[in-house]
């Protein structure tokens, strides 16, 4: 049985779109980032707390994608912005295919900037490229500190590690140094933020990071 030919067909499909979807944003100034994590680490919880925060002329909109259910979306589209489920019915990734179809409708010119949150997943969605400027991974305090180490590819491929939950810390053993240092250790350089989805603290680093995101994406658009 031979299955890499097939694998490496999907996968060049996949990068086709995902290139044509980059470009897209890329003409319309648009800073694209995909949430990704294992489920329940806290993507949601995150651009609840990003979506909360953001004036309501903020030009932004999520897509999120699960499984089954609708109740991300839900949970998001209680702050007004444009959000949109993608229910995969079965597969544990989004692929660049989906977020093109998800945004067949959508006006590209009214938006500065599109959260995709991934299907809860800490393997698959890391060889996906959706056309995004960046992957994002999170990871809860409460999974333990050698996930860098055991699901490399997902932390080499994200620009920035959120290390979310540090709420529980008291309650949990987890060695943050240990997890910044094989984090480092995967990825040399790689960005890390702390923060606490539930008491807020670390979030505005975080929103001081997209800031940095945000303008360094307009200043690419101004100069073309
Ligand atoms: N204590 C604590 N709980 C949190 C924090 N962030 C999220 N949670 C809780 O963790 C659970 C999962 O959070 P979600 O935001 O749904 O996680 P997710 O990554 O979007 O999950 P999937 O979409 O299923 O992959 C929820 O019960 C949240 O309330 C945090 O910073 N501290
Ligand atoms: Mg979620």
Redesign the pocket.
Known sequence: MNRIPLEKKVLSENDRIAAELRQRFAEHGILCLNLV????????????GTLGAFPRDQRVAVL?G?IQTDS?AV?LARFGFPVRQITTGGTCHLDARMIEKALADWRLEDLDLLFI?N???LVCPSSYDLGEAAKVV?L?VAEGEEKPLKYPSMFIRSELLIL?????LPYVPFDLAKARQNAQKVHLGIEMLE?????GEGLPQWQGWLEKRLSSSSRKLAAT
């Not at 294992?38 to 651009?47: D, E, F, H, I, V």
């Not at 923060?195 to 008491?199: L, R, Y």
Request: hydrophobic share 30%; charged share 25%; with cysteine.
């Open positions: 994590s294992s489920p329940g680490a806290g993507k949601t919880a995150l651009l609840e999120t699960d991300d949970r949150e299907v809860g997943n999170v809860s979310n939950k540090i709420d529980l923060v606490s989805c539930v008491t």
